[in-house]
Nanobody, 127 residues
Framework: QVHLVESGGGLVQAGGSLRLSCAAS????????MGWFRQAPGKDRDFVASVSRSGGSTDYANSVKGRFTISRDNAKSTVYLQMNSLKPEDTAVYYC????????????????????WGQGSQVTVSS
């Protein structure tokens, strides 16, 4: 059974940094694309970042480019989201997700491409 568990969220002032982690179990982690999404109250779940199985390819939403970095450690079955220069509009519940059917070294911004999701981690950025 696949489990994704996020950690590292919290309250931070604008301009600060946080690092989210997502530990995976129950799957051959190094074979699959990983992604981060976020959902603010009353809004749809939005793409944040994605990383290919090897970590060699990444993709970011325009709103976070240059501020957020996605990475993965396949030996630890963990994906990370380093978030710098945080803004109040980054406030949301952040979810990690995996796609067990995307092939090759692909990334994806489409939530429908992901078939397993974590429970979410709250990130709150105060102004």
């Amino acid at each position: 059974q696949v489990h994704l568990v996020e950690s590292g969220g919290g309250l931070v002032q604008a301009g600060g940094s946080l690092r989210l982690s997502c530990a995976a179990s129950g799957l051959f982690f190094s074979r699959y694309t990983m992604g981060w999404f976020r959902q603010a109250p009353g809004k749809d779940r939005d793409f944040v970042a994605s990383v290919s199985r090897s970590g060699g390819s990444t993709d970011y939403a325009n709103s976070v480019k240059g501020r957020f970095t996605i990475s993965r450690d396949n030996a630890k079955s963990t994906v990370y989201l380093q978030m710098n220069s945080l803004k109040p509009e980054d406030t949301a519940v952040y979810y990690c997700a995996t796609s067990t059917f995307l092939s090759y070294e692909r990334t994806s911004s489409n939530p429908n491409d992901y078939n397993y999701w974590g429970q979410g981690s709250q990130v709150t950025v105060s102004s």
